[in-house]
């Protein structure tokens, strides 16, 4: 079995970088002192928020854009004073108005405004507040949602809590996994990700590849019948009761998505059972690429060290004689 080390090293690699972290402050940071000092938008402005995987902690090193560049992606909530009478694509088009004249807009998504900068790439989610959680517009059937990101929030720390401390590196790590293996639509992700981990992750292990290993295990255990017969479970948001978090997913992206689980959850439980170091390393890099490091055999280690000692001299160095060597057999000897 790979030591823990190894994962854990994969978990800081995989982290955001400080310079990753810092573009993504200054440049969120910007955007909402933009907006709420817009000479129009600031009337409609009355607070806002990080969400996503940022806010919760649950953020991985961004892909590489074709430009060489780690930009993060940013969800940014504002929180404003419209109203359920307002239609949301008026909403999201205001919302890009206001961002129009700074940002470059990319495009008005059916719930948020994505816009881009030189150092990340946001989401901007206009809310409007609703009792103890939120509303959000929906450019798709026209409809104003209930959503609640400072529960998601609360709801991830109080998971991470119940795997004392290891849940959110689960879930950095299903990420990562995504990340080298990705399914052609990459759905699911995100949120759902966390939610999988929440549910079948083994709350009680500490060897972040066990625990990483049991998790594909029991996901596909949990679906795989339903799978294959063209079906897709219901996730419960744990922060909207009755919203299903799978909404967005297709039954072809989630069975793509669970063949791809009993996949890895072979080649996971093999490098655990794995004894030949050097194996488990190279399965554990099919699961998680090159980042993984190489954990070196320490009996082949040792065996290559008591051979080298045992062709050096007593002085510990090798010495040659200042003379060309003649041969020891007869001329003439084949």
Known sequence: MVPNA?????LTDIEPSATTKSNASSAHTRLREHLRSHEDFKTRWVSEFLAGS????TAIRPRMTEDGQERPDVDIIVETSFTTNDRPDDVLQEVADALDDEYDVERINKRSVRVAAWNAEMDVVPVIKSWDSYLIPCREDGRWKPTNPPAHNTWSTEQNAAFGGRAKK???????????NPTTSRRPKGFVLEVLVAMHGPRGETHLGEAFAKTLENIH???????????KPFLADPAISGNDILAKVTVPQWKEFIEKVRVYAGLARRAQREDDMEEATWLWQK???SRFRRTENPAKAASASTFASALAPAGGAFVFPN???SPTKPRGFA
Do not use: P
């Open 6 to 10: 190894r994962f854990n090293e994969l």
């Open 287 to 289: 699961v998680f690429g």
């Open 221 to 231: 255990g949990a679906y795989a019948a339903m799978a294959s017969c063209g079906q």
């Open 323 to 325: 003379v060309n060597a």
């Open 170 to 180: 689960l879930v950095k790590m299903m990420k990562w996994w995504r990340h080298e």
């Open 54 to 57: 940022y806010s919760r902690d």
